[in-house]
């Protein structure tokens, strides 16, 4: 038997391979709610069960100093600990959660929202207007990290016009702002600075932030003051670290958890057709895989578009995705508005013109470096990749970084000749994404950075729903000429829980959401 989740979905469909047999299209969220539930589960207690522990096994540890970014370390928890103003649903419409109304002159160029009364953060301080326009002015703080950080720069101002009120003047009108309220924690300005080692985590969520062992585990307790009625129900959650693959899945099959975050994909299949878990869809990740135009002999655009061609991406979704991964050369998520499907298939595999091309940009033979995260879905790519360039006469060679220092060199934009990247960023708004995907955003490490490429993202920016299609299909058009990136797959993810887990819901790029989940009896 299945059994939907609860919950918010975003607009993205693909056609997914044969591994989940009872799903021939499947929605994928971006900032949004799972729904992929091919295991099934046990029919769910009547009502709440109240009390309990919440064992939670994840494969990345926390990391509180970038609470504002979008890092998997922190799906377990983040949510948990910090509310946002509010939630998007199934139909990317905002919900409800701090804000608790709001309304936009009719420029859209303002946006006036009314705050939630009676909220206070786990130091038992008073939520107020003056604690939104805080943490909205952390995002844009290149030290944060915040994915958003670009489209947080379109706001000239924010203004506290009393404790429950706050108004936000715009630069230009823009569809992105409602994913940066959403994405968005908000932190408590009288602890911030204290949050990087985790001594001071406070926010207004369900749950309060414990005891934090690095690289070992993480314990929240229950929020007794929070502001929602009926919740949370459980008392606890523990979040076990396990970044061995195997060992992840033991500790879900085993029992030892409740809920698994970060399991390899060919493990989850495994558990798909069992009745005893629940995959909950936690959105998807474009894999893209980028030059930089800077270094010789990558520095034309002909050199860059005999790469397209020699990339066979079916292997890659076989080989490393169970076929379970979209085949696309675009940066957009389908089924968002203004989608230029007929461009999705530019590049097939034809490594017979790749080579043309490279011979006639003078590449052939060329030295090439791919520098990649030490995961072992990079290292998989990587090693297609490298095949696949070899057999069209380039000499490739790779550099696998450990997370930290492949953070660190993303986000400086100097990560190297060439490389491959994950972005979590399936179901944002192609508005958001130009300003937000590391991979095409202004500083993007292929530094890549043209009067012509700003332009092109102006009209996306600034497009309604009459001129949205083609500015995005120009811009489009122009990105896959000039091949600076490469997207070689689009791939789903899930989170895997027992089947007596109610009530959880996974939003926000894989955050949990726990406030009315319980383990019934």
Known sequence: MTRPSSGAQRAVRWVRGAAIATAVAVVLTGCAVAQANPGGSAAPSAEPVEGGTLQVAAAADAQPQFVMANRAGNWSWRRLVFDSLIQLDSDSQPQAVLATDWSYDDDRTQLTLTLRDGVTFHSGRPFTADDVVYSLDQVKLPANASQLAGVAKNIETVTATSDTEVVIDLAAPSDSLFDLLDLTPIVDSETWASIADGKEVIGTGPFTWDEWVPGASLTLQKNDEYWADGGPHLDEVDISIISDPTALQSAIKGGAADVAIGMAQSDVMRLADDPAYVLENAGGVFYPFGLDVEQAPFDTAEARQALG?????????????????????????????????????????????????????????????????????????????????????????????????????????????????????????????????????????????????????????????????????????????????????????????????????????????????????
Request: proline residues 5%.
């Open 309 to 521: 061609y020699a990339i066979d991406r079916e292997r890659i979704s076989d080989q490393v995705f169970g076929g379970d991964a979209l085949l696309t050369d675009l940066w957009w998520t389908p089924g968002s508005p203004g989608y230029p499907a007929d461009l999705e298939q530019h590049f097939r595999y034809d490594p017979e013109k790749a080579r043309e091309l490279l011979e006639s940009a003078g590449a052939a033979g060329a030295d090439l470096t791919i520098t990649y995260a030490n995961l072992p879905v990079m290292k998989s790519l990587f090693e297609i990749v490298q095949n696949n360039l070899a057999e069209v006469g380039l000499n490739v060679t790779g550099e696998a970084l450990d997370l930290p220092d492949y953070d660190k060199r993303q986000v400086e934009g100097s990560i190297g000749q060439s490389f491959l990247l994950l972005h979590g960023m399936v179901g944002f708004s192609s508005a958001t994404l130009i300003d937000a995907m590391p991979s095409i955003r202004t500083g993007n490490p292929s530094h890549f950075d043209t009067p012509e490429y700003n332009a092109f993202k102006d009209a996306v920016r600034g497009a309604d729903d009459s001129t949205r299609e083609a500015a995005l299909t120009e811009l489009s058009e122009y990105m896959l000429d000039q091949s600076f990136s490469h997207i070689i797959a689009v791939a789903p993810q899930y989170h895997v829980h027992a089947a007596d887990l109610q009530g959880l819901q996974v939003v926000s790029l894989g955050s949990l959401v726990a406030t009315d989940a319980y383990l019934s009896e």
